[in-house]
């Protein structure tokens, strides 16, 4: 099991509802329903991630984070979680703010561009860094929108977000939880996952009893 | 069961329902002597738990898979229905029923009124999506199938597929709904009503009655066909199939069909009169602009699915079927997750426009494969 899988299925509830946007072919939410009996739903944008999560016997919609998370209706879900995308999103701060429309938690990850990796590369070569955590070069990579530690954190606290858990991450290596505000981890986190709420609680919509259309709403 | 030479178990017949069980219409009529003709494939398990309903499209029939009585030519689903294909006869068992109001064998304007001894017409009553579902659901029962591990459909059959979610959801375990809607739009009615006029401006049509004047409105008929069939193809695809291409050398410079796609066009028409009821095409179409599954429930289709939260989805669409768009099926998606129920949705790359759910695209293979065998997973 991949070690941000690990730690995601350490951070979930059990039975929870939960969405994995950019799902690929259904892994974690496969394991999510068979390790914590969540209810599990999945957004994802290749037709080959949507086929195979069917065969999985998982409900998952043909659709991307940017444009497609406005199909759910408000508090669906207990977490949406965004796994290694954000950075790849055409508005992250949109984005961010409809997984927490979406659901009462976000479980998020990313490439920490403010690596020592990073910030060495840049440096010494004065190129876009390619490193182990981003090996694409520049004319390239789907990151189109790449954040150091301390921009996520200044987003989340412009989103009036609360950060309940943070967990630096190195493929291979068991996850590490961090402080993420302490700015040596902005040198250190290689990535960076973390758990959010909101501050100020969702005006909650209408009873759930009665749905109502979205295109109504 | 006849179990013949085929390799596949099959079965077809027509049934008849007393009048102690007549069938209640929208309109508030009622169809009496009501009858359904029907094919299966496959057997029925010991606890009834395999069968899936099969809803055919607006000029379709029962004969989904297997040989056709009449034209000899194979099914129209036998991607889907047949030996090794998703919906396997050593599997599942598969029943497919011809809509009311048609003219393969179900009651439709063809058949005769027992008041009159005479062929309906349009005297035969008005019908809606909702009442081919329902006359679904007494075979259905007639045949002891108290919960169908799936329906399935595309175009209109797809519209039957989300009644079907909406009137019986403790019914089914499963639905697919492949390149449809849950209303027709002002454009589909358009297009409907261009066929329609083109029947009904036939004098052989004479008011519908044509059957006792022992003529048919042929021409009326292939012209509407032509006109539809138009709609169920993509730019890409006659430009692919026929560009400018001529039949002959060189122009006529007169009216005979000098392009290819003109002498297409003109042999789908001809060779549809040959299969079709124009009163039928008259009452399915009509049946099909009818159709706003959101209507009934203050024009929220959330509301009409609240009943289907256990209901497993699976809605496809085609991104050149510019007939019944992607985002209709986004619109279906949309209330079902606002309903809670569990959906899932993909939208399939191919140039072959609406027709594509009938033609090769392995993708929807893949997808209904994976989607039904899941289904099929939990017997």
Known sequence: VREDFREILRLVRPGARVIDVGCGEGELLELLVREKQAQGRGLELEAAGVSACLARGLAVVQGDADRDLDAFPSRAFDYAILSQTLQATHNPRHVLSELLRIADRAIVSFPNFGHWRVRWSLLSRGRMPETRALPEPWWSTPNIHLCSLADFNALTADLDLRAEHCAALVRGQAARTIDPTRGIENWRAENALFLLSRRTPAIDPEPTDTPRDLFEA | ?379
């Not at chain 2, 069961?1 to 178990?9: P, V």
């Not at chain 2, 008849?16 to 007549?22: L, M, T």
């Not at chain 2, 209303?183 to 329609?196: D, W, Y």
């Not at chain 2, 609240?306 to 209901?311: C, H, I, K, N, S």
């Open chain 2, 1 to 379: 069961m006849d179990g013949s030479a085929d390799i596949m178990a099959q079965d077809s017949g027509v049934w008849a329902f007393g009048p102690d069980k007549p069938l209640r219409l929208d309109s508030g009529a009622k169809l009496d002597n009501l009858e359904i003709a029907w094919r299966s494939f496959g057997t029925l398990n010991a606890d009834r738990s395999n069968a899936v309903l099969i809803c055919h499209a607006l000029t379709l029939d029962q004969h989904v898979a297997g040989i056709h009585p009449v034209s000899g030519k194979e099914g129209w689903w036998t991607r889907l229905v047949g030996p090794g294909r998703p919906l396997d006869p050593a599997d599942w068992f598969i029943l497919c029923s011809n809509v009311i109001g048609g003219c393969n064998g179900s009651s439709g304007p063809g058949s005769v009124d027992p008041a009159t001894g005479q062929p309906y017409g349009l005297t035969f009553p008005v019908i809606t999506i909702g009442d081919m579902v329902r006359a679904q659901a007494m075979l259905v029962e007639a045949f002891g199938i108290k919960k169908l591990a799936a329906v399935v459909g595309g175009s209109m059959g797809g519209m039957q597929v989300l009644q079907w979610a909406a009137d019986y959801p403790q019914r089914l375990e499963a639905a697919v709904c492949v390149a449809s809607a849950a209303r027709h739009s002002a454009q589909n009615i358009a297009f409907h009503e261009v066929g329609r006029q083109a029947v009904m401006a036939d004098p052989d049509w004479r008011g519908g009655a044509y059957a006792s004047a022992g003529v048919r409105p042929e021409k009326g008929l292939a012209v509407a066909r032509m006109a539809a069939h138009i709609t169920y193809l993509s730019e890409a695809a006659l430009q692919r199939k026929f560009g400018r291409e001529l039949q002959n050398d060189g122009l006529s410079f007169g009216f005979d069909a000098d392009f290819q796609v003109e002498s297409y066009l003109r042999h789908q028409g001809g060779s549809f009169v040959n299969r079709f009821d124009a009163n039928s095409y008259l009452y399915i179409t009509r049946a099909m602009d009818y159709f706003d599954l959101a209507a009934p429930h203050g024009g929220v289709l959330a509301q009409a699915f609240r009943g289907a939260r256990d209901v497993k989805f699976c809605v496809l669409s085609f991104t050149s079927d510019w007939l019944y768009p992607t985002l209709e099926s986004r619109h279906i998606v949309r209330a079902l997750n606002a309903a809670g129920a569990q959906a899932s949705f993909l939208e399939i790359e191919s140039d072959k426009g609406h027709d594509a759910f009938l033609l090769d695209e392995p993708v929807m293979d893949g997808a209904l494969r994976g989607f039904l065998d899941s289904v099929r997973s939990r017997w």
